[in-house]
């Protein structure tokens, strides 16, 4: 089945810094890789997803990169603000949508006012 | 709309008690899906359903039952609690694109 590894597990910048978050898959049939965000004592919440037919997508202050031959999708935040700390998944499936997906096991991201 | 409601928030369990975690959602998505998660690990897979009437077995499946007699319901059933079964549980459901979590039921076994 499909393994997903996520660095590193915990991390803490600077408020206004850059963040970013490593995630490799084992199953190269897999095609969709959803980000998910869960803050203290809440359900995680979809914060960006990509497909496998694009490298790249942005929205606002987050963006995910994929880059299929390596197995590999990151998660960029930038301009971090203190709201932004929480527990991040990345998850991988095969479908091209959320049905069996593998999570990996989270980075806790602090972010230092 | 409320989403994905599960109940209870928190439960105490004494070791081969049994109990039900209620999931119900009102979005009409036909996917619905329960997780552990334990600390410092990712979601884990319990069982998951694609439509009233139909189950299939996650990753870690064992010791939990589910059933799906409608769209919108969704429990799980423990039936002889154990402490590895210690916990917190999500609930899950998907149109098939993201997926809608609960907010957790957290479970103790002692």
């Known amino acids: 089945g499909e393994n997903v590894e996520q660095h590193p597990s915990t991390l803490s910048v600077q408020e206004g810094d850059s963040a970013v978050i490593k995630c490799t898959y084992s199953?190269?049939?897999?095609?969709?890789f959803p980000w998910y965000k869960q803050e203290l004592g809440k359900g995680p919440q979809l914060i960006i997803d990509?497909?496998?037919?694009?490298g790249e997508k942005k929205d606002q202050r987050i963006a995910v990169t994929l880059n299929k031959t390596a197995k590999h999708f990151s998660l960029h935040i930038t301009e971090t603000q203190p709201e932004d700390s929480a527990v991040y998944f990345c998850a991988a499936s095969k479908g091209g949508g959320y049905q069996k997906v593998t999570f990996g096991t989270g980075t806790k991201l602090q972010v230092i006012p | 709309n409320a989403g994905v409601t599960q109940t209870p928030k928190f439960r105490i369990l004494k070791i081969g008690q049994s109990m039900t975690l209620q999931c119900t959602q009102d979005m009409n998505h036909n996917y619905m899906y329960w997780y552990r998660q334990d600390p410092g690990m990712g979601l884990k897979l319990i069982y998951y359903s694609v439509g009233a009437g139909i189950t299939d077995k996650g990753e870690v499946p064992n010791g939990y039952n589910v059933s799906r007699s409608t769209t919108e319901d969704f429990p799980l059933r423990l039936e002889l609690a154990a402490p590895s079964q210690t916990s917190v549980y999500f609930c899950a459901s998907s149109p098939g694109t993201e997926a809608f979590f609960g907010q957790g039921t957290r479970l103790t076994v002692v």
């Open positions: 990509i497909r496998s037919n694009v």
């Open positions: 199953d190269s049939a897999s095609n969709y």
